[in-house]
């Protein structure tokens, strides 16, 4: 590893994904790099890793096949179909096949996936790990929705708070998952909107589950027994599942729609240094997005893959702490960021309403939409090719 004395180009605060993907980006540019984190297990960097499941597009399968991280065999499960239902029969599907693509995306093992990146970072000699920032022309916060630097810089982080909370955890059921994820939009017990997400490899019995449902609610069903628990799962998702066995913990978080008011920036001087130190937020410190489209990494991975190739292809002479640099990374994110926003945002709140002439309009649109297939196309490819 580098040496400690030697000066850095960028430091990274954050060695989550987002964090060490940028790391070995820029380690590929020849840059010097300070990756900072807080100690293995912070929840800022793995963010319940071990039960969340992470819908990778072909864009983030991309970035992280050129890392040579890409996960293997098992820990990589193609999705071959999406099958979306309403409240009163709406009716959504997605085929692979039909999309002429070999994957509408890949449910990645996030654990293995952590493990492959900080192996490469290890192996990467432009890296130097720490557990405290270093100074650099540019400081890159990839440190997640919580991020402490960010609050320091007095950068104002604009949250919008769902009325309903995350639940996620994997189980096991009697009948394998043959690659198709399922999502149903339920409003039984209030707005719900639950995902079952195949997991374990092509011909797995496993799945990842993200359920997303009322305070109160999430709660009770955090604290159920397990057995109490799988028999409403079991019912929320009849018949497709069958009888259902809990294989992990249970993990609840709060849902938002948030982004930070700017995403770069001059840091503030200090005594120890005169030269002009510039920051950029990356990834969950700078946005964060309803669970629902299964979007959240990949926008995180395509700032990571934009803030690289504006640096790659900077003029020799401009500094990375130029603040018309990181104004074209800034420009070109916020854009992509805004419109899956507004397309999250959109479809919550359409589903949050519980009348029942909406609850019939919108059903009726899902199903009419199903039917269209130029625009159920490009939305389709849309989906997995944004964020690059």
């Known amino acids: 590893m580098t040496h400690s004395s030697t000066p850095f180009d960028v430091c990274i605060r954050g060695a989550g994904i987002v964090g060490r993907s940028l790391a070995l980006l820029l380690a590929a540019q020849q ?12 929840p800022s960097e793995t963010g319940h890793s071990d039960v969340r499941a992470y819908s990778l597009n072909t864009a983030s399968k991309q970035l992280l096949s050129d890392l040579r991280c890409w996960p293997e065999g098992d820990a990589c499960t193609p999705i071959l179909q999406m099958q979306i239902q309403g409240d009163q029969g709406g009716d959504l599907r997605f085929d692979a096949a039909a999309q002429g693509v070999e994957a509408l995306n890949w449910m990645v093992d996030v654990p293995v996936l952590e493990a492959k990146l900080a192996q490469a970072v290890a192996y990467q000699t432009y890296i130097e790990e720490m557990t405290e920032p270093a100074m650099a022309p540019l400081t890159v916060i ?9 609050a320091e810089l007095g950068v104002n982080f604009e949250i919008k708070h769902y009325a309903q909370h995350a639940l996620a955890c994997r189980i096991q059921t009697s009948e394998a998952h043959h690659q198709v994820a399922r999502q149903w939009f339920q409003t039984t017990h209030g707005p719900e909107i639950l995902a079952l997400l195949p997991i374990g490899g092509k011909n797995s019995h496993a799945w990842a589950v993200v359920w997303s449902l009322t305070p109160e609610r999430a709660q009770n069903l955090l604290h159920a027994d397990a057995a109490d628990f799988c028999a409403q799962l079991a019912s929320a ?16 978080w709060p849902l938002q729609l948030a982004k930070a008011e700017r995403w770069i920036g001059v840091m503030p001087q200090t005594t120890a240094t005169s030269k002009l130190q510039a920051f950029a937020l990356a990834g969950d410190a700078a946005h964060a997005i309803h669970p629902l489209a299964g979007q959240g990494l990949n926008v995180g991975l395509g700032d990571v893959a934009e803030l690289a190739r504006v640096i790659e292809t900077k003029e020799f002479w401009r500094p990375l702490n130029d ?12 854009a992509e960021v805004l419109a899956m926003g507004w397309v999250t945002d959109g479809l919550q709140s359409l589903f949050a309403q519980p009348a029942l ?16 297939s130029p625009l159920k196309k490009w ?10």
């Open 31 to 42: 840059l010097r790099v300070a990756l900072v984190h807080k100690g293995a297990g912070d």
């Open 142 to 150: 990839c440190e997640g929705r919580a991020s402490q630097s960010r």
């Open 237 to 252: 998702c009849e018949p497709v599942a069958g009888p259902v066995q809990l294989t992990s913990e249970r993990a609840v």
């Open 323 to 334: 603040p018309k640099l990181l104004r074209r990374y800034e420009r070109a994110r916020q």
């Open 357 to 372: 002439p909406l609850q019939k309009l919108r059903n009726w649109g899902m199903s009419g939409f199903n039917q269209f």
């Open 379 to 388: 939305m389709a490819q849309h989906a997995m090719k944004s964020a690059s």
